[in-house]
């Protein structure tokens, strides 16, 4: 039998029970944005595909909150034009596009009809190296930046501001070759060579193992990793709008497999299971070669990782509805 008093004290214990229940929900909320790593990709998007491959699983990935985009090497802007439409699509224009520095090197660009088609295009984007370097003095120690092409951005930020820049928390970079080159990742190994992102700037390869950054590299001997016929027909029929992004701008590339070099990049942020790092001193010679030296590692360096545990994470993450 109840008394008076807790029949008259009942709704406000279940008022206050409410309160910290909310409350409860806020702080996890906040504790849950606060524990995404924060992330700046830096892409030649529009040349090869693997670019567009990248930007889609860190759209897809939860453990991930994307900072920003900058564009680099060759026709920044029309690379932005490109990254916006593909945002666009994806519904994330709230996602800041930035135009990095504007060099002369002639590429394909074969995705360049879909980065004039007009869609989502913004009228003004900031420069990449003005952008990338106050978003680090915003959020110090807490900003990864993604590199998934030539270092022209970096390079330029370490010339303008090295001591913020030593403020990322860490670079995750594709690029580099160490005991093995470009080839069939299935047949035997091949010598390694000058890989495209540290040929294509030298230079600015070698101020980045110099920076006294964490670098987290992915050179080719982990991520020539080929998406096959059954994988892309799966991943192209879902008819989500940035698996149909991903199947217009794969058929603007015009070539059959594509190799997904820099999705490695952000599968390894979110699963470092899939491609495990060890310490390594990496010294980048005059002809772009990435080579193993002696002393105190300035670099965590993936040799290998298994393609059939990449290709389940990123088709369970990218084709899922």
């Known amino acids: 039998m109840h008394s008076k008093v807790d029949f008259l004290l009942r709704p406000a214990l279940i008022v206050k029970a409410a309160r910290l229940l909310i409350l409860s929900l806020l702080v996890s909320a906040g504790f849950a944005q606060n524990a995404r790593e924060k992330i700046i990709i830096d892409t030649d998007i529009g ?17 991930l909150q994307i900072v920003g985009i900058s564009t680099e090497f060759g026709e920044t802007e029309t690379r ?8 666009g699509e994806a519904g994330r224009q709230d996602i800041p596009v930035a135009i990095g ?3 002369d090197a002639k590429t394909s660009f074969g995705q360049r009809p879909y980065a004039e088609g007009g869609h989502f295009a913004k009228t003004s984007h ?5 952008f990338i370097l106050d978003q680090i003095r915003k959020n110090p120690g ?7 092409g030539p270092l022209v951005n970096v390079g330029a930020i370490i010339d303008r501001d090295p ?8 670079v995750v970079s594709m690029g580099g070759s160490i005991d093995r080159g470009y080839g069939d990742p299935y047949g035997p190994p091949t010598p390694p060579q000058p ?3 540290i040929l294509n700037d030298v230079a600015s390869a070698k101020k980045l193992f110099a920076s006294g950054v964490p670098v987290y590299l992915m050179p080719l001997d982990s991520t020539q990793l080929k998406l096959d016929e059954v994988g892309r027909e799966y991943l192209f029929r879902q008819g989500t709008p940035i698996t149909d992004a991903l199947v217009i701008l ?12 820099d999705p490695m990049t952000i599968a390894f942020i979110d699963d470092p299971k899939l491609c495990p790092v060890q310490p390594m001193k990496i010294t980048v010679d005059d002809k772009g070669m990435t080579l193993r030296g002696t002393g105190t590692p300035n670099a965590q360096v993936c040799l290998h990782s298994d393609s059939e545990a990449f290709f389940q994470f990123y088709l369970g993450r990218v084709a899922r509805k």
Not at 142 to 148: A, K, N, Q, R, S
Not at 163 to 170: A, D, E, V, Y
């Open 47 to 63: 040349d090869d595909i693997d670019d567009a491959f990248a930007v889609a699983l860190a759209l897809r990935s939860p453990e």
């Open 101 to 103: 520095i504007h060099t």
């Open 126 to 130: 900031p420069a990449a190296v003005d």
């Open 163 to 170: 001591q913020t820049f030593k403020k990322l928390k860490r």
């Open 195 to 197: 890989e495209w992102n």
């Open 142 to 148: 807490e900003i990864t930046l993604v590199t998934i």
């Open 80 to 87: 932005a034009k490109l990254v916006d439409r593909m945002l």
């Open 250 to 261: 794969y058929h603007q590339w015009g070539q059959q497999t594509p190799t997904l070099y």
